[in-house]
């Protein structure tokens, strides 16, 4: 099965790499790290918008494709 090997992560706002309005920034080491010591992939993880010092300033929730984050207006993400 595919989803051994690869998730997609859609990244709305965020321009091929980085950049864009969305936020770019993930620690993909540390979330690989546990899918390898856990064997369970990861169906969210957390994307930070990055200041001007490279520090986070703000996150969002990203799901596993074809589940979405939806926000729900008070400062929380939740997968759909």
């Not at 965020?14 to 950049?19: I, M, N, P, R």
Request: hydrophobic share 30%; charged share 25%.
């Amino acid at each position: 099965m595919l989803v051994q090997y690869f998730i997609n992560y859609n990244r709305p706002g965020v321009e091929h790499c980085f950049g864009g309005p969305g936020p770019s920034w993930v620690n993909r080491r540390d979330e690989l790290d546990k899918w390898m010591e856990t064997g369970t992939a990861p169906d969210q993880v957390v994307s930070y918008w990055l200041d001007e010092k490279m520090q986070p300033a703000g996150s969002r929730l990203l799901c596993a494709y074809p589940h979405v984050a939806e926000y729900d207006g008070n400062e929380s993400w939740k997968a759909k």
